[in-house]
């Protein structure tokens, strides 16, 4: 298991210590009973009266010493928890706020700040500066999803209409990625995440181009794929931050062609892997709420150019 970040290692180091205490538990009370099966038993009723009154006592102090060990095994399995609990449920100092809502199947994600103009939006993948604590809001829209990247954090669930809370904290530079954890429909299983741990340069550099409103259409073709969205379904569901699209259903598709995958880390974000998500949908997420849309080939094509220039 590759570890990157001291949450990581304080839950794996706590998993780590039950394993040995219980498996040391496990081999001394098997070894005993082996013990107690094998070992010659001489009749009671030929045994003088002195020595079955000091088989007794030793099976006392023998059953008082297991006990007393249970309880001293059971305050030090406490007491680890304890520590590690205390660690995790700190509240970081000075994080990065950002808000994760389940859907159906993939991951809304919204970076919170007080001015409106630097929220950034975006989906399934999440950029983060290593070192600095992130704050998870986490929520649902629809049924009971389970958020966790298990080399940086532990697994929290997102509930509709609650707000459950965890901290990503990373410590080197990498893509560590994650799945939803509590089976949540058919597509459970096709619930990837990605999470971006970057330096806090390329992260300002990421977050600002997020920012920016989506890139104009800069051909024909890209001018006609604008057109065809904002005349066919794409437009109920999905936002394009500078168009008319402002639905916030699906995904927002502002910076689409700056991520790595599609359909929730389903699909590598290419050209004709968009086409086929677009018109076929069920035949790549069996029950996703994405509806297919049948488009003319040339549509079809100036749609898939236009997403493709969305940087
Ligand atoms: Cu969402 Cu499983």
């Known amino acids: 298991m590759n570890i990157a970040g001291p949450r990581a290692e304080h839950i794996a180091n706590l998993l780590g210590f039950f394993t040995g205490v219980t498996a040391v538990i496990y081999v001394a009370v098997t070894a005993a009973l082996v013990w107690a099966l094998l070992r010659k038993r001489g009749r009671a009723q030929d045994a003088p009266a002195s020595t079955l009154a000091a088989a007794d006592r030793r099976s006392r102090v023998v059953i008082g010493a297991a006990m007393a060990l249970t309880v001293l095994v059971l305050i030090a399995l406490g007491a680890a928890d304890f520590f590690v609990q205390r660690y995790l449920f700190k509240p970081p100092e000075n994080p990065l706020r950002v808000i994760v809502t389940g859907h159906q199947y993939w991951w809304e994600v919204e970076y919170d700040d007080p001015d409106p103009t630097q929220r950034v939006r975006t989906a399934n993948e999440i950029h983060i500066p290593v070192g600095r604590p992130v704050q998870l809001d986490l929520t649902s829209r629809d049924v009971i999803h389970s958020f966790w990247v298990p080399a940086i954090t532990g697994k ?156």
């Open 156 to 311: 929290k669930d997102l509930i509709p209409g609650y707000r459950n809370t965890e901290v990503l904290l990373a410590d080197k530079p990498s893509l560590y990625t994650g799945q939803c954890a509590e089976f949540c429909g058919l597509q459970h299983a096709k619930m990837n995440l990605r999470v971006y741990a970057e330096t806090p340069e390329q992260f300002e550099q990421w977050r600002q181009s997020q920012l920016q409103s989506a890139r104009a259409p800069a051909t024909d073709a890209e001018r006609h794929g604008l057109t065809v969205f904002t005349r066919s379904s794409c437009v109920l569901c999905h936002s394009i931050q500078g168009t008319d699209a402002g639905a916030t259903v699906g995904p927002d598709l502002t910076h689409l062609a700056s991520r790595q995958t599609i359909a929730a880390g389903s699909l590598p974000n290419t050209p004709g892997n968009l086409a086929s998500w677009i018109t076929a949908p069920h035949e790549i997420k069996p029950g996703a709420q994405m509806p297919a849309t049948a488009l003319p080939p040339d549509d079809l094509a100036a749609l898939t150019q236009y997403l493709v220039s969305l940087q």
